[in-house]
């Protein structure tokens, strides 16, 4: 279909999701990179909600398609949606430890990134039960335990909250 028309690859729903968006939902990195050798720009693009590929790939747990996207752009893992959350957040709060290890491989400052209300991928981790996550995040950057979001709470007070 790109041969007949380049600018399909641009197209995007009504949710603001271009094909590269889906293909990285399903995990199909071979389409993944077809996409971006038409066009690397589509990596950026966002959904209506801010999300890039790489959110959506990290959401879902596709360490494989994680690793193409940012082979094509590596600026990609420190992308915020709306709400401030990267990648890490969104395979954190999962508990997709796979993903987490590869994006702080990949970058381990990513560990200390905050959204728009202060908390690190641990604090979405730690609100959503993700014991594993918490242990790999905390062998990675201890010093994470101590941050505090926007209201004072640290990881703890999230983990106490949620049981």
Known sequence: MLDFDRSLAKEKDNDGCTALHEAAYQGHTEVIQTLLK????????????GLTALDWSAAKGHTEAIQTLLAFD???????NKCGNTALHWSAAKGHTEVIQALLDFDPSLAKEKDNNGQTALHAAALKGQTETIQIMLTIAPSLAKEKENSGGTALHFAAYSG
């Open 38 to 49: 038409f066009d690397r720009s589509l990596a950026k693009k966002k959904d209506r909600d």
């Open 74 to 80: 590596r600026s990609l893992a420190k992308e915020k």
